[in-house]
């Protein structure tokens, strides 16, 4: 079972700031089958991108994914207010979904 | 527009089983490219993929929780329901009900969870 490796557990930055999150897998992964969540306090986490680089619809293009075999990276180019949330990766595969253990980003 | 509820008790005694359902709305779940699944998240941790259905009845689950866990669809109900057995506290958790849509990305087929119901919270206490 593939396991998702998430750094940093917490990223303290300032609004205007860019943001850099990172998801290793433990085995070369399809890129295709990687997807970033975004998590506020008591709400439902919320697509942001699919297949490791394509944006869900109404996401803000400061939302950015990159990355291949093992290594893949949320950008947010520009930190807004509402950007300050907890950010999980996710992984598909045939037989089972798993999910990286979050890297929250809070005001610095 | 697709939405979905998760409905179950609040409350689950230790040793007794847990069962969820999630209604979907606004949208049919017999869709061919769809998968369906749960997802938990217990207090201050983060998300746990539990299992996933596809409205054909082909499922698959997590591992850690197979010889507990029995998911199966209604299409006639448009629902999907869990039923996890002899709980314990470490089953207390927000439960999520989940569609995977299909995308094609650089003409290769992907997922993407991108309705998500709002959460039920479950605690296992006497």
Do not use: M
Request: with cysteine; hydrophobic share 30%; aromatic share 12%.
């Amino acid at each position: 079972e593939i396991v998702l490796t998430q750094s940093p557990g917490t990223l303290s930055l300032s609004p205007g700031e860019r943001a850099t999150l990172s998801c290793r897998t433990s085995q070369t992964t399809d890129f295709n089958y990687v997807a970033w969540y975004q998590q506020k306090p008591g709400q439902a986490p919320r697509l942001l991108i699919y297949g490791a680089s394509s944006r869900a619809t109404g996401v803000p293009d400061r939302f950015s994914g990159s990355g291949s075999g093992t290594d893949f990276t949320l950008t947010i180019s520009r930190l807004e207010p509402e950007d300050f949330a907890v950010y999980y990766c996710q992984h598909f595969s045939s037989s089972s979904w798993t999910f990286g253990q979050g890297t929250k980003v809070e005001i610095e | 527009q697709l939405q979905l509820q998760e409905s179950g008790p609040g409350l689950v005694k230790p040793s007794e089983p847990l069962s969820l359902s999630c209604t979907v709305s606004g949208g049919s779940i017999a869709s061919s490219t769809s998968y369906w699944g749960w997802i938990r998240q217990p207090p201050g941790k983060g998300l746990t993929w539990i299992g996933t259905i596809h409205y054909t009845g082909s499922n698959f689950n997590n591992a850690s929780l197979q010889s507990r866990l029995t998911i199966s669809v209604d299409t006639s109900k448009n629902q999907f329901s869990l039923t996890l057995t002899s709980v314990t506290a470490a089953d207390t958790a927000v439960y999520f009900c989940v569609r995977a849509n299909y995308y094609i990305t650089y003409g290769q087929p992907t997922y993407g969870l991108d309705v998500w119901g709002q959460g039920t919270t479950v605690t296992v206490s006497s």
